[in-house]
T-cell receptor, first 113, second 116 residues
């Protein structure tokens, strides 16, 4: 069963804590992405990676960090420097062709208590 | 630079009537256009895409979209709406000459509400 998994589905964080969101894919895709979704703002790109051991900042990278040690995995850490982290976080992956479709995981909802 | 606009925050339609969700785009090169649907607290599901060729693209669940180059539009359509079509719909664009990353730019989404 191919696809993208994200865990946990719901995550609660106290202010000042770092938390890590997991994203795993078995689609053999080279590129992976992290988006943040807030009501009425669509999807905003946080970080993306086109190949193992390499990643680039998206539009709203401040307060976030990522790693890409394996092709299948692209974890996102929300650091205490992110001032307003409560949001729905979506992971996606795609092949490297311009016409390739980007597929999404089920999302993680992060709430700061 | 690439951008996409969805001018309607919400579209209401009666079940059985045709529906249209609007999308316009701006790119420097050729556009690659995508439609996704999102149900509450779920990830985005791919519906269809336009790459090249026929301007009418057919996708999942009876949806189709019409590419209009002169109007820079890619409106999503369905001949007969179902209550189960009620969801949030996103249009996305990728520019053929944009720099690396195969990044998509998403619209802000249109909430579709289909009523009995």
């Amino acid at each position: 069963d191919g696809g993208i998994t994200q865990s946990p589905k719901y995550l609660f964080r106290k202010e000042g804590q770092n938390v890590t969101l997991s994203c795993e894919q078995n689609l053999n895709h080279d590129a992976m992405y992290w988006y943040r979704q807030d009501p009425g703002q669509g999807l905003r790109l946080i970080y993306y990676s086109q190949i193992v051991n390499d990643f680039q900042k998206g539009d709203i990278a401040e307060g976030y960090s990522v790693s890409r040690e394996k092709k299948e995995s692209f974890p996102l850490t929300v650091t205490s420097a992110q001032k307003n982290p409560t949001a729905f976080y979506l992971c996606a992956s795609t092949g490297t062709g311009f016409t390739d479709t980007q597929y999404f995981g089920p999302g993680t909802r992060l709430t700061v208590l | 630079a690439q951008s996409v606009a969805q001018p309607e925050d919400q579209v209401n339609v009666a079940e059985g009537n045709p529906l249209t969700v609007k999308c316009t785009y701006s790119v420097s090169g050729n556009p690659y256009l995508f439609w996704y649907v999102q149900y509450p607290n779920r990830g985005l599901q791919f519906l269809l895409k336009y790459i090249t060729g026929d301007n009418l693209v057919k996708g999942s669940y009876g949806f189709e979209a019409e590419f209009n180059k002169s109007q820079t539009s890619f409106h999503l359509k369905k001949p007969s709406a179902l209550v189960s079509d009620s969801a949030l719909y996103f249009c996305a664009v990728r520019d053929s000459i944009t720099g690396g990353g195969n990044k998509l730019t998403f619209g802000t989404g249109t909430q579709l509400k289909v009523e009995l």
